[in-house]
């Protein structure tokens, strides 16, 4: 195993919470992502003894779902919806804008590692289309040139902590609805921010 011992001892806590230890194959996935930047073989394989799974039960899993990246991704993951409301709104112009200003299509990583853009479905923002993601974090009302102003921010000011709310003030238009609860701590990398997970900002 090359996880540290602290995150072994966090996941090892976390797996104990469920009846069913193959249960907490999802979360375990995250803390992998966290750990080593993506999902690697050997973080599947600790998975795997964690859950009491094999490496192939968990790569199944993990090849299954669009959120668990099996290759490096860039610091900054930017993933643009391209879903039937956002299309309607502009998010192919948004989508070439992304792309263009990374230098890469969708679904590639910077040749600096910056960032990875891709686009995807549904993000449940239709009411504010087009929206885009930073490491998970919503933006929302987003045109092509704000696309391209936030991957050259991105870029220039490399922020640790990516919170959904400097973006939409930085780069976003017209929300669906302003969130009932603010979120300060924000994303540490192309992975959801879950604090238990030691995903969010503040963890280390």
Known sequence: MSWSVETLARARSLADRYPQ???AIMPLLYMAMREDGYVTEDGMRVVAELTGLTPVQVESVASFYGMFKLI???EYLVSVC???ACMLNGADDVMSSAEEQAGVPAGETAADGVVTVEHVECIGACGGAPAVQV?????EGVTSEAVAAMIRWLRENRPETITAAELQERFGGARSFDPAISEPQGAIGPFPAF???????GAS
Do not use: M
């Not at 490491?135 to 933006?139: D, I, S």
């Not at 604090?195 to 900002?201: E, H, I, K, L, V």
């Open 135 to 139: 490491n998970y974090e919503l933006v």
């Open 195 to 201: 604090d238990p997970y030691r995903t969010a900002g």
């Open 82 to 84: 391209t879903s039937i």
């Open 72 to 74: 490096p991704q860039g």
């Open 21 to 23: 230890k193959r249960s």
